[in-house]
């Protein structure tokens, strides 16, 4: 009997591989592709801005690395005692302007140069939800709990998404032809929202997405709103305040998005990896028997020869843990 609807997911045109540096930024979800694309040894930038939730925020953010933006005090404020970026998120903030100001170039500048010479672009969109100060309309990416009363939350149109990223992808192609750009909508529910609301901002994005996919043939779409919409469906899958997906969900989703994304040639290396960097984070209890000794001593032999392998991959965190 089948218990779930059934989603074929194709194999992307061109597949992910160990030579393509990846960016990826958006939504919170972005962190979760990330994070095990990071675990089995991709080269991977994550949000160089920060987590960032809705269209107008990723398109700028984009057009900033594209144009080597940098940012000066005049883009700071100040509040909650910290100095802050409207652009960026609250972990780029600091007590100190300066100490801030640092970190968001440093990340403008690491965007700039990956972004250059990428192969995938990974774009994660959440909300198409838009704030604005009210005091002179300027968008926010991020209100760093400043006074609700700050802001107007508008519903952004669907011409107003799509020309906004579709600009930003044709700059792109301009300075990177060579780069694959994958967008996936995020599972995540924006309840605060509401959720007539909710629905409505995820189909917007849903139909500008797929709209760029028609219009740019390097424009691909992963559905991992779909998979957990539509196939797991249940609040099991959630975490306990219903609304983000736990740790089973984007487990299967990380594994349909291995499946059609990665190409299968590197599927038996990043299972090898995966048991190096999972017995990494090995904590024994007692570490001066034979058996623990022998263990760090195979582990350490199995990271060596993955090296001479593929001397590529950055294994030197595990190698010194097995071999110290």
Known sequence: MQFTLKLDIPVLPRT??????????????????????????????SNPHGILFNPLSVASSLDGYLAGKEYGHNDLFYLNELWNSWDHHTRFSDIDADVALAGINASQRAATVTLKEAGWLIITLGSAFQYYLKENGQPVANNHRAPSQWFEKRLLGIDTIREALGNTLQQLFT??????????????????????????????????????????????????????????????????????????????????????????????????????????????????????????????????????????????????????
């Open 16 to 45: 992910i591989g160990y030579s393509d540096s990846i960016l990826l930024t958006g939504s919170c979800f972005t962190e979760h592709i990330s994070d095990r694309l990071q675990q089995h040894k991709f080269r991977v930038l």
């Open 175 to 324: 300075v990177n032809p060579s780069i694959n750009v994958l967008f996936t909508i995020s599972p995540v529910r924006h309840i605060r929202d509401g959720v007539v609301e909710n629905n409505r901002s995820k189909a917007r994005l849903i139909e500008v997405v797929h709209t760029l996919c028609q219009n740019f043939e390097q424009v691909h779409y992963f559905p991992a709103y779909e998979l957990l919409i539509d196939v797991l469906r249940d609040y099991r899958f959630y975490d306990i305040d219903f609304v983000h997906p736990n740790f089973m969900a984007t487990s299967y989703v990380w594994e349909r998005f291995a499946a059609s994304c990665i190409g299968v040639e590197h599927h038996g290396l990043m299972k090898e990896i995966n048991e190096i960097v999972t017995a990494s984070k090995h904590r024994p209890r007692f570490p001066e028997t034979e058996a623990h000794k022998k263990f760090m001593e195979r582990h350490a032999t199995a990271v060596k020869a993955l090296l001479h392998r593929f001397p590529f991959l950055d294994l030197q965190q595990e190698l010194f843990y097995f071999d110290n």
